[in-house]
């Protein structure tokens, strides 16, 4: 069984400043990783995915997330956040064992404030 | 590339009256088609999967039902809707080989009133 654990249920941060959104996992298997944002009233956008391939994903928006093992992590960060990164961000596993449905987890709304 | 489109964007439907909500995708064949719904506070749920034309998994019991005429659409429905079935229902896709990524519709707004 899998599971995702999303560490904060709100962050705040200053415009310009950096952002951090934890995510820890749990899985059987070796794991993919994503996240996700979610603008009120939209669909799920997929921010970056983690495949195996490279343990620093670089996704879209200037959002990167590290895949740590030992730590069973997977926490999403940014240099400097943008009034327009204000959503809610969902850290999400997948097994791949044959077809797959995915885990997510309960969501972070991250606000950004001027 | 692949686009997903679902309609109607809003709807306010009344207590005991049917339900019928599109997912149609294009720029790709035989995908897996999902059908989530998101409640406030409640995150993302799981209601229905298929891996083909006619073929449908439910993961939650309730009062709705899915069918898939066609190999890229998905519809969602009901017969008589609850107070409980309000909520942001979205429609997914993916490719039936890893990593298994899903994108995501725009959703449906619906308010039972």
């Known amino acids: 069984a899998q599971s995702v654990t999303q560490l904060d249920s709100h962050v705040s941060v200053s415009e310009g400043t950096p952002v951090l959104l934890r995510c820890n996992y749990s899985?059987?298997?070796?794991?993919?990783l994503f996240w996700y944002v979610q603008h009120p009233n939209k669909g799920l956008q997929l921010l970056l995915k983690?495949?195996?391939?490279?343990?620093l994903v670089k996704g879209i928006n200037g959002f990167e997330a590290e895949f740590k093992k030992s730590e069973t992590s997977f926490h999403l960060t940014k240099p400097s956040a943008h009034m327009s990164d204000a959503a809610e961000y969902f850290c999400?596993?997948?097994?791949?064992?044959?077809?797959?449905?995915?885990?997510f987890g309960k969501g972070t709304m991250l606000l950004v404030s001027p | 590339s692949q686009t997903i489109h679902q309609w109607p964007a809003t709807l306010v439907q009344p207590v005991g009256s049917p339900l019928s909500l599109e997912c149609t995708v294009e720029?790709?064949?035989?995908?897996?088609l999902y059908w989530y719904r998101q409640a406030a506070g409640r995150g993302l749920q799981l209601l229905f999967y298929?891996?083909?034309?006619?073929?449908i998994s439910s993961e939650v019991p309730q009062n709705l039902s899915a069918s898939r005429p066609q190999d890229r659409q998905f519809i969602l429905s009901s017969k008589k809707l609850l107070l409980s079935d309000s909520g942001f229902y979205l429609c997914?896709?993916?490719?039936?080989?890893?990593?298994?990524?899903?994108?995501f519709g725009p959703g449906t707004r619906l308010t039972v009133t």
């Open positions: 997914a896709w993916n490719r039936d080989r890893g990593p298994y990524e899903q994108y």
């Open positions: 899985s059987s298997y070796s794991p993919s």
């Open positions: 983690y495949t195996s391939a490279a343990t």
């Open positions: 999400v596993v997948s097994e791949n064992s044959g077809y797959s449905t995915l885990t």
């Open positions: 720029g790709t064949s035989n995908p897996n």
């Open positions: 298929s891996v083909g034309i006619g073929q």
